[in-house]
């Protein structure tokens, strides 16, 4: 398995509060990505990087924010957090094969 | 919007049947892939076909592509109970800017019955 490590797995925060999710990756993979994952929607794509300091936004990007700092993380920030951002997160990774490899999802709840 | 559409959205068949999949996707890719998803985990990388091939063989998956009607379908034969799963297509466009940038669609949940 690629080692890819979401935290938190779950959590659970109230309207208004930040919330950061993290991924960790140990297979110095140049892509990494973030996801939602929601009924009858898919997967979404929230924000990507192209490397350390390099992102861009992907279809549902409004609410969230994310950095990298370094080749192994990869931050999903959600500066004030509402009930619509209730869903699974999931980090993936991947080099110039295309090929994506993802982590266990985190599950957010927003109350 | 979705680059990829899965369909159906759900499938039930009996175990040793084939089972089917279809993804339509809307603008021009680099290449295509299909992903499967067990309840409450990750998704894991099936297959990756790209835009100059037709077909592609893994074990019991074959994948076609066909770049004139934007479409893909993904073939299981002699589908076992632990096939069961969502499948999911992914594509990324070939427009210069979003190079390994993918979009999934909405998934096809397959059912095989023992």
């Known amino acids: 398995d690629a080692g890819i490590t979401q935290s938190p797995r779950h959590k659970v925060t109230e309207t208004g509060t930040p919330v950061t999710l993290r991924c960790h990756q140990t297979e110095n993979h140049r892509y990494m990505y973030w996801y939602r994952q929601d009924p009858g929607h898919g997967l979404r794509l929230i924000h990507y990087?192209?490397?350390?300091?390099?992102?861009d936004k992907g279809e549902v990007s409004d609410g969230y924010s994310v950095s990298r700092s370094k080749t192994e993380d990869f931050l999903l920030t959600l500066e004030s957090a509402t009930s619509s951002q209730t869903s699974v997160y999931f980090c993936?990774?991947?080099?110039?094969?295309?090929?994506?490899?993802f982590g266990e999802g985190s599950r957010l709840t927003v109350l | 919007s979705q680059q990829g559409e899965e369909d159906p959205q759900a499938l039930s068949i009996q175990e040793g049947e084939n089972a089917t999949m279809n993804c339509s996707y809307k603008?021009?890719?680099?290449?295509l892939q299909w992903y499967r998803q067990n309840s409450g985990r990750g998704l894991v990388h099936l297959i990756l076909i790209r835009s100059n091939e037709r077909e592609k063989h893994s074990g019991r998956l074959r994948v076609t592509l066909d770049t004139s009607k934007k479409s893909s379908s993904l073939l299981i034969t002699a589908s076992r109970a632990a096939d069961t799963a969502s499948y999911f297509c992914a594509t990324d466009r070939n427009d210069g800017n979003n190079f390994n940038k993918f979009y999934f669609g909405s998934g096809t949940k397959l059912n095989v019955k023992p």
């Open positions: 993936a990774i991947s080099e110039y094969t295309g090929e994506l490899f």
């Open positions: 603008t021009s890719i680099n290449n």
């Open positions: 990087s192209y490397g350390v300091k390099d992102t």
